[in-house]
Every structure is written in C-alpha cells, then in structure tokens.
C-alpha cells in the first residue's frame, strides 16, 4: 500500500493497491476481476451468525454527494463567551489525544457542557447564563444544518434523488436481507440524523429499537428482544419470523429524540424528514431538552442514561463469537467505540469489514493496534467506498433470492447428455455407467 488516497483492498489472503485506476474498457476489466474476489468472500463473510452494521458520518456524506447536497459541518465556531479560548484549548488538547487532529464541534460541546457542570457549582449566575445561552443558540444551529441536510437530499433534483434512495435501498437491503431464521442485522450509528430511518420505510424495512409506544414512543430500558412473526396460511401455533426486520441503535442519540420534562422519559417526537427552515420541531432551550450526545472521550461519559444502554447493547452484540461488524463512513475518531471494536477481535471467530474513503493516520493506528489482519477485510479508497459501484459491483445481491438457490440445487443434482443436450437425472446416469 503506498499512500492514503489509493484504492485498494484486502480480502482473506488476497490483497491489490492500485497508485492510479486504468480507464475505459481496462477499468471495466478490472472491476469484473476483482469483483470476482471481492463480492463471494462478502457474501460468506455477511453469512455470519451475527452480522452488524456500523455507519459514521460519511455515510450521510456519502448520500449527500448523489443528491448535491451539502452535509453538515462538524467544525467548530466561537461561542461568543469569555470562556471561547479555554474551551478551545482544552478540546484541541482532547482531539489530540484521541489522534483525531482538529477538534470538531462534538468536542467544544463537550467541554463546554463540562465547563456548565462546574459553573452550576461555584460559578457566577452571570458566567451560568452567558456559557448556557450561547450553547442553546449554538445547538440551534447545529440543529437546523442537521435539518438543512435532510431537507436537501428528500427535495433534490427527481433523477438525482432516485439515484441516491437507490444506492441507499440497496446498500440497505444487502445488509438486511438476510433469511429470517438467523439473527437480525443490527445497525449501529453515530450520527444524529434520520437518513437510516428514511431509507428504511422507503425500502420498507421494519425497525425494531428501545422505543415504546405509539403518539410518543418512550426509551424503555428492557431488552426483552421483541420481533415481528407471522401465521403462515393452513398452520395454527406456530408463527414464523418475518423477513426484512433489522435492530436500530442511535449511539449517539438523534435529532427527534427529547426528554420530556413531566413524565421524565426519553421520547421520539414525530418530526418529519427534512423540516422547512425556523422549524416548530427546534426548542428553544435544546440544551435542556434535545437528546444528542457530543462525543465521548471519557469512560465517565458514557455511563449517563440513556447513553450507557446503548453502548451496552452494542459491547453485547458484537463481543461473541461468529459475530461480523461491517464499517462505512466511520472516522475511527471515538475512542469508547474503537476500544469495544478491539474488545471484539480478541475473539478469533469475529469478524471486521472495513469500507473507507482512505487509509488516513485514524485508521492506519487503528489497524496496528489490532494487529490482526486475518480478522479484518480492507475496501479502501473512492473506488471501493462510491456508494453506487459498491452496491452495484461488490456487495451481495440486496435479496432473499430462494429460486435461484432452488434452481443452483436442481443443476447440482443433474447431468447432461453430450448428445443432445437433454437432462439426464443423477440416477439414470449411473445406471448407463454401471451398463
């Protein structure tokens, strides 16, 4: 591999890094041939007992560039306060130990929600005020760009549009469209937006989350496993599970999720996908209300409720044997996730699929702390993570497609004559043979 910005990849023993892509017919080529590698070994690997999906902001970036539209900024701006370059310097100072460079906005929402806890203690009612009215205008915003993103891919120009929900219904169902005897896909994000919801009811994927409840459904804390089955025609007693069912996890939260004062719950509120501008939807302290979560550097952090809950069912899910994690648009940036995914690989029966836009310093210190290169499958480069050559040319076919396994199984239990070209079956073959 010679620098970041190469396609390349790396599946079970076989590995390719290309300095520059051919063109034309020779590109062509080179697809059909590493498709031929690539798109079998993901169809075993997402054969897997467990099979999990985690997708990072690139994966909204990823959508966004089919529609020409511009996703939301994650870095920083000042707050306005007396407190902006000591916010600034210690957030510098935690991206630096997390390797992620620059600090981005989730990291001076951090801080500067810390730096409120204090004040709350011994700080003066003006400092309180100030730091507390500048975050919630800053929140604002960032809510409305959230918006703004959403807004911009559902009223896209109709032939870009129905690319991108192509590329989004395909690359969903890939994942989703497994049989319904084995376990559910389990998607994890850490994004705040509803990009996953929205591909899901248009390709008409059921999810099934913490979320209870039909006007407001509530965060509940139980893991009773709840899923979808069916009566099949002519049986009584014995429901089957349904197909195209998936399990959500909003790591981080999600722009519709808010606490409700009254009742003390955490509930999801019915905002629409892509809201006009100065939305209703945005209250005007979402600091006290709006449940998204800044990035978590600390393990303090990430016991607050309901924050802990999903981390934990996401430790529960992929640390166990035959489990596969697939990755895409995920900057390796979090370092309470990056530490579960290492946790994971401990266990030699696991499983890590990696879809990047580079091999950048994140992912390269990544993969030489986890040091096994047996367990982790490499799709590197703009090539490999387009969204619509991958699920066009490497990834599974987005079905459940039992006729043509039935038919795979009929030709396998068949000959044919030399002659004519007729069907002869197995048994009649060998007794012509034992003739």
Known sequence: MSNATNNGYRVGAQSEWFDKLPDGKDLDAMVLRVRKIIEPWLTAVFQAEHLNLLLGSGFTTAIGYLCDATATGMGTRPLGTRFDEKIDSFAASGAAKMGRGAPNIEDQFRTAFALLEGLNIGGKFEDINSLKTALDSRMSEFLSSLFSTERGIASSEETKWRGAVTALQSFLLSFASRAASRERLHIFTT?????????????????????????????????????????????????????????????????????????????????????????????????????????????????????????????????????????????????????????????????????????????????????????????????????????????????????????????????????????????????????
């Open 191 to 435: 994004n705040y937006d509803r990009l996953i919801e929205y591909g899901c009811d248009l390709a008409g994927i059921r999810v099934i989350d913490r979320f209870v409840g039909a006007l407001e459904p509530a965060f509940r804390s139980s893991r009773l496993d709840c899923d979808y089955h069916y009566n099949p025609p002519g049986i009584r007693g014995e429901p089957r599970f349904m197909e195209g069912v998936i399990r959500l996890t909003k790591l981080h939260g999600s722009l519709d999720w808010a606490m409700d004062n009254r009742t003390g719950n955490i509930v999801r509120r019915g905002i629409p996908f892509g809201p006009a501008d100065h939305s209703p939807y945005i209250p005007n302290s979402p600091v006290d209300t709006v449940m998204i979560y800044p990035n978590a550097t600390k393990d303090v952090e990430t016991t607050a409720y309901p924050y802990a809950e999903l981390f934990r069912d996401m430790a529960a899910a992929l640390c166990r044997p035959n489990s596969v994690l697939v990755l895409y648009g995920y900057g390796f940036g979090d370092d309470h996730l990056n530490r579960v995914l290492l946790d994971m690989l401990v266990i030699p029966s696991t499983h890590i699929v990696v879809i990047s836009y580079s091999m950048d310093a994140r992912l390269t210190a990544f993969l030489h702390r986890a040091g096994r290169e047996a367990q982790i499958t490499l799709l590197i480069g703009p090539h490999f993570a387009d969204l619509t050559k991958l699920t066009e040319e490497y990834l599974p076919k987005p079905a459940i497609d039992h006729i043509s396994s039935r038919m795979s199984e009929l030709l396998r239990n068949r000959s044919y004559s030399r002659a004519d070209e007729s069907p002869v079956t197995r048994e009649e073959s060998l007794t012509e043979g034992e003739a």
